[in-house]
């Protein structure tokens, strides 16, 4: 009597699984599916650093991913950031930023969309920071700009090298003027680097837009870029509705943006660890060098050059 209602809904969950089987919609499943429509198995994804074999896109990873490709021998640590409270503006859209916040600490195992570790690159001691774009697009809010600033203090107070990986949309809206907030604490916390010499590098990864290249990312002593990132700051989209013109081909590409001279470098995932020691090992010979003239000015009485002279 009821058989074909039965069968409906055995065909339903039938259908449900071969949907869910497909690449790169399953969590579980053993493959994953490139823009490319390349099918790979996740685990060469993984060996290949989460870079396709076939069109060479570089693929978003996590922040533990990231350190693991980062530091000598995947030997870190990872810097407990300050936690300031979690939903200031007890903000609501169309779900609870709680709820938003519970399901991306889920899917990601972090905390928030950013991380720092302190380790070894090339054997030199350095302070990374990274976002990762899987927890809520790696948007700013005030426990990034917390993460950021104590990354940056750390690194200060241990005499030792800052790099970043950004991947994120910008800042947060769910914490409105409160993520705005962050981009002049973070660019404060940058220049900070700068007059105690601290080398500092960024990485732009794909993609790096928004409130964060508006600020601390593109303030580095060197700018590298992951091969075909997305560098800019408003959306293609947005530009385009708002001046009326077609944007030309590859318009905020790392290419394009290396080409009009907004960043120094376009370095492949395999190579990014050596290219960042090889640059941190010339900043600091060139900071050593600095610091050993001033002393010699120092010894010959002589006021060092960024002393500002006291007023009498
Ligand atoms: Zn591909």
Not at 125 to 130: E, K, L, P, Q
Not at 213 to 232: K, N, Q
Request: aromatic share 6%.
């Amino acid at each position: 009597m009821n058989s074909w209602i039965t069968n409906w809904n055995k065909i339903k969950i039938r259908v449900k699984q071969i949907i869910k089987k497909q690449p790169g919609k399953d969590t579980e499943s053993q493959w994953t599916k490139c823009s490319c429509q390349e099918i790979i198995y996740k685990e060469d994804l993984q060996k290949n650093l989460h870079v396709c074999p076939k069109c060479e896109m570089h693929h978003k990873i996590s922040c533990r991913d990231r350190f693991n490709i980062t530091f000598d021998e995947k030997i870190y640590t990872i810097l407990s950031t300050p936690q300031p409270p979690d939903d200031p503006l007890e903000f609501v859209d169309q779900r609870k930023y709680n709820e938003r916040l519970r399901e991306a600490r889920k899917l990601t195992n972090q905390n928030d969309a950013m991380m720092i570790a302190k380790g070894k690159i090339k054997g030199i001691d350095a302070v990374c920071g990274s976002q990762n774009f899987k927890f809520m697009g790696g948007s700013v809010g005030t426990a990034s700009g917390e993460a950021f600033i104590y990354g940056v203090q750390h690194a200060i107070d241990s005499n030792c090298s800052f790099i970043f990986f950004t991947s994120t949309g910008g800042q947060k809206m769910q914490e409105g003027a409160l993520s705005l907030m962050q981009m002049p604490r973070t660019v404060i916390a940058v220049n900070e680097l700068k007059k105690n010499k601290i080398p500092y590098i960024v990485v732009l990864t794909n993609p790096s837009t928004g409130g964060v290249t508006a600020s601390f990312a593109m303030l580095g002593d060197i700018h590298i870029a992951e091969p075909l990132a997305t560098v800019g700051f408003a959306g293609a989209r947005v530009i385009q509705d708002t001046i009326k013109e077609t944007l030309p081909e590859g318009f905020q590409t790392a290419e394009s943006v290396l080409e009009h001279g907004g960043i120094d470098l376009i370095v492949p995932r395999k190579n990014l660890r050596d290219t960042i020691g090889s640059l941190l090992s010339i900043l600091l010979k060139k900071k050593e060098s600095e610091t050993t003239t001033e002393n010699v000015n120092v010894d010959k009485h002589e006021e060092p050059l960024h002393k500002t002279s006291k007023a009498v």
